[in-house]
């Protein structure tokens, strides 16, 4: 900034004001877009744009502001830190924000032996589980669900398979991973059902991938979301992770557990797969983790993750040590502020609002959601069998929430399902304004 810039206008903060502000084409199409808000500041739930504008945001940066945006004391873990050290490179030296995390998050689960391994993203941590599996077991092949969404490098392209868009221009892809169907219960072939009565044929599909593809002591690691997230934000039935658990344990199969979307309180358990009894072997962090610095990481058993030799996986910038202090200042704000209660008491508030504005719209197919992972899928209901996905319709009620200063994003194969993500911090009202919002922009968009 050149030293004679007049200050910038008040609430404007440093974008506005010294030299013209790129036009928004210097960045690359790959990023697809949902909003063109040029934003100043984040301030709880809330985004302001650089021209005043205050929107609600119930997309968290895709699930990540969990404390809210710029939450003071995160804030201030981050500043302190920087202004002490930008980086400890993990391999070189030890750092104290960097050993508190490891041995805070060694202590989140029940039990004494827990540890864990840091990384940047969340695609990355995945790899890390991918790899742990392998090295660990002696076997080549991953086991993931159809829907599922674990990242965009190449392993976890391969793992991926929410969407086409998201692997099919980029084959050939790493092998030796099978994809079975997940529990999706409202586009079961056999009808929609409640999951309570589950019907889904899961377990007899991965059976028959046993049968017909792949030997299980061949296999690895089963990677599953707890919650699908991309895939649609879909809650499978309660028997899913415990009978997943005992198939895995038949076999010698490891058990992991994505939950980087569903991880850090956002279903109102720390980690979703505590809503029932299951406990995999391995979980995978990200998103939430820092309150929006990129950091992520797996929990494993101490003897299970000490079997990664040394060298063998890490990272210049892993496990970053402001990313770290934010971390810790993310944990200190989560248990100091009751977060998962929040989450999960707001996400009741927030899904029997959706399920009473989808009595009144006969295009919302399904309303779901555990905590604060909440969706409505939009469908034709009068074609077909009544659940011809309705991505127009998911993309016509995300425009009219934005429209209407609310931030909400899509998710499923088709685009159909507009998934809700406040963050953990958000009040009563907040939920309320948003229900009225969605209420308002159903109608716009002709749902
Ligand atoms: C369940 C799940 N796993 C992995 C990832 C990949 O995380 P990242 O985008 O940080 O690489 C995501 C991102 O949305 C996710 O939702």
């Not at 707890?226 to 199969?253: C, K, M, N, S, T």
């Not at 040590?321 to 100091?336: F, G, K, Q, R």
């Amino acid at each position: 900034m050149p030293e004679t810039a007049a200050p910038n206008p008040p609430g404007h903060g440093a974008l506005a004001g010294v030299e013209p502000i790129p036009d928004r084409s210097v960045v690359p199409p790959v990023w697809s877009r949902y909003t063109d808000i040029l934003v100043d500041h984040g301030e709880g739930s809330w985004l302001v744009s650089a021209d005043g504008e205050r929107y609600l945001d119930y997309s968290s940066g895709i699930g990540v502001t969990s404390t809210g945006h710029a939450h003071p004391r995160v804030v201030r873990a981050i500043q302190e830190q920087a202004a002490r050290l930008l980086h400890g490179q993990q391999n070189i030296v030890y750092h104290e924000a960097g050993l508190r995390l490891y041995d805070r998050l060694s202590r989140l689960l029940p039990g004494e032996d827990w540890s864990a391994f840091l990384a940047n993203s969340g695609a990355e941590a995945v790899e890390a589980a991918v790899k742990l599996a392998r090295v660990a077991t002696g076997r080549p092949v991953i086991i993931t669900f159809r829907g599922g969404f674990h990242g965009r490098t190449g392993q976890t392209m391969a793992l991926t398979t929410a969407k086409n868009v998201y692997r099919g221009d980029f084959e050939p892809l790493p092998g030796s991973v099978y994809a079975t169907p997940y529990p999706y219960c409202f586009r079961a072939a056999g009808g929609a059902h409640d999951p309570a009565a589950c019907t889904c044929d899961w377990e007899d599909q991965l059976e028959l991938t046993f049968a017909q593809l792949v030997q299980p002591d061949h296999v690895a690691a089963i990677v599953v979301e707890p919650v699908l997230g991309e895939g649609g934000y879909v809650v499978p039935p309660p028997a899913f992770l415990p009978r997943l658990r005992r198939i895995a344990d038949r076999h010698g199969i490891l058990l992991v557990a994505d939950e980087v979307q569903s991880g850090f309180g956002r279903t109102g358990r720390f980690f979703a797969f505590q809503h029932w009894d299951a406990t995999p072997d391995i979980v995978v962090m990200a998103k939430g983790i820092a309150s929006g610095l990129p950091l992520s990481g797996i929990l494993a058993r101490r003897a299970l993750i000490e079997r990664f030799p040394p060298g063998t996986h890490g990272g210049t910038f892993g496990g970053n040590v402001v990313s770290c202090a934010a971390a810790n200042a993310t944990l200190d704000v989560i248990e100091d502020e009751g977060l998962v209660d929040n989450a999960r008491e707001r996400g009741r508030q927030l899904l029997a609002g959706l399920r009473a504005l989808a009595a009144r719209h006969r295009s919302v197919g399904d309303v779901r959601g555990l905590g604060l992972m909440a969706a409505l899928e939009f469908v034709r209901p009068d074609e077909g069998d009544g659940r011809v996905p309705d991505g127009a319709l998911a993309h016509r009620v995300i425009a009219a929430s934005l429209e209407r200063k609310l931030i909400v994003l899509s998710a499923g194969t088709w685009n159909q399902v507009v998934r809700v993500i406040p963050p953990l911090v958000t009040t009563p009202d907040e939920v309320d304004l948003a229900l009225r919002t969605l209420g308002a922009a159903l109608g716009a968009a002709g749902a």
